[in-house]
């Protein structure tokens, strides 16, 4: 029998979670497809492309570049028809944009509602070059009729009994933002498959599911677009037969870098006594980070963090908190509060399918 470190919480290897919170394996695989950016990332001001979080909705489809073309249709006076190429040969932007899951959290919830089991790894920062949608929008000629704009991605599978495209679409005005991008790089270098190649849609500030990979069409719709992806899933309600609000725009959020090192299991944290410096990431979506606090003593009192460098307007900003730890058990926590002035709540706000949610990071520590 393997012997447990009496410093760390008893752990059953065969069964690590008790039955209320059991995976099942279909959450596992889920897992495995989909990639978390490991909690030291935060470290980075860029997220290095191997640590970005990745989900895959369907399945990735391989493409050949050689025949593949992008529509922009629809609703418009004069139809393109773009080869990567000619995209290429449009103006070109680059902007950093911290970019997260909307269901980062889900697996901290209680009850868990079923689905990728994020814990608060669902998000990273990544520099993305491409071209404004605007102008490919104002050269195919929007009509007057034209309400919104429907992205088509060539992922394709099955989600609540319908055979389906993974679409999502924007009004008019959101579609049409200077800082979204048709984006065919990632961090200087093509999209990797799971990214996207060889196209997909940025728009900064909005929770991932909105930026649509493997982009096949856009077009310009005359009424609002009510596919699953958008009445049926992304949705906070507290019942499966509530419609809800949409999740937009990413909520104010701060993650701190794991301090000390890691019990190899359950990745508790095992920290020197003395001077520490604590340091981690705050971003707000499209809004500004005012400041951020910490507390030592599991929220029952707070201090303010040194706020550091933005990366851009779209991406998180550092910070920074020195501690003197003495030895003992602590549950450290991190809280933002944006320029809107909205703050992180220390309890979860639950909702159905586990999304939106931006309650406070708790990092539990040992000092010896």
């Known amino acids: 029998m393997q012997h447990q470190d009496s410093r760390f919480p008893p752990v059953n290897e065969d069964s690590p979670f008790s039955p209320d919170d059991r995976f099942y394996a279909e959450e596992i695989q889920l897992a495995f497809r989909n990639q978390g950016m490991p909690l030291e990332g935060l470290r980075y001001p860029i997220t290095p492309t191997r640590m970005h979080y990745l989900l895959i909705h369907f399945d990735i489809p391989h493409v050949d570049v050689e025949e593949w073309s992008l529509e922009v249709g629809g609703l418009t006076s004069k139809p393109l028809r ?190 020197e006594a003395g001077p520490v410096t604590l340091t981690g990431k705050a971003w707000a979506g499209r809004s500004g980070i005012s400041g951020v606090e910490l507390s030592v003593d599991d929220g029952s009192t707070w201090s303010e963090a040194e706020l550091g460098e933005q990366v851009s307007r779209y991406a998180w900003t550092a910070w920074s908190f020195g501690w003197n730890a003495t030895p003992g058990r602590y549950s450290l926590c991190v809280r933002a509060t944006d320029s809107e002035g909205n703050v992180q709540s220390a309890d979860q706000s639950w909702n159905y399918a586990g999304v939106a949610e931006n309650m406070v990071q708790r990092v539990h520590v040992l000092v010896e």
């Open 82 to 271: 773009l080869t990567l190429e000619e995209i290429k040969r449009h103006p070109a932007v680059t902007i950093a944009v911290t970019m997260e899951c909307s269901g980062n959290g889900r697996a901290l919830q209680s009850p868990r509602r079923i689905g990728v089991p994020w814990q608060l790894e669902a998000v990273g920062t990544a520099e993305w070059t491409g071209t404004p949608l605007r102008g490919l929008l104002e050269e195919a000629g929007l009509r007057d009729d034209a309400v919104e704009i429907l992205f088509t991605g060539l992922d394709r599978g099955v989600q609540g009994d319908e055979v389906q495209y993974y679409q999502r679409s924007l009004t008019i005005d959101e579609a049409s933002g200077e800082d979204v991008l048709l984006a065919y790089q990632m961090n200087g270098e093509p999209l990797s498959p799971p990214h996207g190649y060889p196209l997909r849609l940025i728009v900064p500030g909005w929770y991932g599911m909105t930026n649509v990979k493997w982009l096949d069409r856009v077009e310009a719709i005359g009424e609002p677009f009510h596919g699953y992806q958008m009445d049926k899933s992304y949705r906070i309600s507290q019942t499966a037969g509530e419609l809800g609000e949409p999740a937009t725009l990413i909520k104010v959020r701060a993650l701190m870098a794991p301090p000390g090192i890691p019990d190899f299991l359950t990745r508790a944290r095992l920290v």
